[in-house]
């Protein structure tokens, strides 16, 4: 299940931080920060119920040993998985906005990941009777309007969480994540962690995150990607097993296009541009819906 373990009966794991806000019970000395809570919802009989945590996040952005402490396994065990959140000009502290709605999403386990991908691709490929045009075929070649099928994995060439670090020292260096902060989710594995704390970013592509959440664990497993950070509406992944070839990244590519099809209709403009751009021997997938 995606949702806090207090869904399913068991203490919520970011309960212990309200007695122990440092985490010195997980073994951590965590900065400065606040619980935020989940929305709460109303008993038919107009009762306001209780107000559990939904997440936690830094004060003050954070530097990546900060998120290093976070993965290990003793706070995997716990039930919590950290991630960056990453702000921007006009949307500074977006997670207190009451954009989240963890209650209206369903469960990444009860969806597959091919079935979800080729109802994404359906929904986006450019239709030919509306023209071909610069949203044409060749927007989509080689590939045409049926779904051409899930990419084949990647050979893992390092360790994921290894990758993961690597990847959030560079993009804090480099200034794509300028002023990242330190969250910590209760979600059952990263992939499931938007969906965990009722992330909307994708809401013009896909209002139930639950199905973001069913591709990410696929490329978990396919390609050993990690969650790393998300904006308002921006998603960061690491990727330990990322295609090498442009034979290898074309499927992949077609996979991120029904994803996010901005990355190629704001982007690169095709898919096999697209591929070379942005997926071979990359190790950082990066999404954005406008």
Same mark, same amino acid.
Request: with cysteine; net charge negative; aromatic share 6%.
């Given at each position: 299940?995606?949702? @806090? @373990?207090? #869904?399913?009966? #068991? ?8 007695? !122990? ?15 935020? !809570?989940? @929305? ?31 993965? *290990? ?22 997670? +207190?906005? !009451?954009? =989240? ?15 979800? =991908? ?16 610069? $949203? ?11 779904? @051409? ?9 390092? $360790?994921?969480?290894?990758?993961? =670090? ?6 804090? *260096?480099?200034?794509?994540?300028p002023s /990242?902060? =330190? ?10 962690? %938007? ?6 970013? /994708?809401?013009?592509?896909?209002? $139930?995150?639950?199905l973001i ?28 097993? /990322?295609?090498? +070839? ?14 996010? %099809? ?10 096999? #541009? ?15 819906? $406008?």
């Amino acid at each position: 299940m995606t949702n @806090p @373990p207090s #869904a399913r009966g #068991a203490q919520n794991p970011l309960s212990v931080l309200v007695d !122990d806000p440092q985490g010195r019970s997980l073994g951590l000395e965590l900065p400065p920060g606040t619980l935020h !809570d989940r @929305p709460g919802r109303r008993s038919r009989l107009g009762v306001r119920a209780r107000r559990e945590p939904l997440l936690w996040v830094s004060d003050a952005p954070v530097g990546v040993e900060a998120l290093a402490a976070c993965r *290990g396994a003793a706070v995997a065990e716990a039930g919590l998985r950290a991630v960056l959140f990453q702000e921007r000009r006009g949307l500074e502290s977006w997670w +207190t906005r !009451d954009e =989240l709605n963890p209650a209206a999403m369903s469960d990444p386990g009860d969806h597959h990941v091919e079935p979800v =991908l080729r109802e994404f691709w359906n929904g986006v490929v450019p239709d030919p009777e509306e023209g071909e045009g610069p $949203d044409g075929a060749g927007l989509i070649a080689p590939f045409g309007r049926e779904w @051409p099928g899930l990419a084949e994995s990647g050979v893992q060439r390092e $360790d994921p969480e290894a990758a993961a =670090l690597a990847l959030a020292a560079e993009l804090v *260096g480099t200034g794509v994540l300028p002023s /990242p902060r =330190l969250a910590l989710i209760p979600a059952g594995r990263g992939a499931d962690v %938007p969906t965990a704390m009722g992330w909307r970013g /994708p809401v013009n592509h896909e209002a $139930d995150t639950a199905l973001i959440s069913t591709v990410l664990r696929s490329w978990e497993d396919r390609f050993g990607a990690r969650v790393l950070a998300l904006g308002f509406d921006e998603l960061h992944l690491s990727v330990a097993a /990322p295609p090498l +070839t442009t034979a290898a990244s074309l499927p992949v590519a077609a996979e991120h296009f029904a994803f996010c %099809p901005d990355n190629v209709w704001q982007g690169s403009g095709s898919v096999r #541009a697209y591929a070379d751009e942005g997926v071979t021997g990359s190790g950082h997938w990066g999404f954005w819906w $406008d």
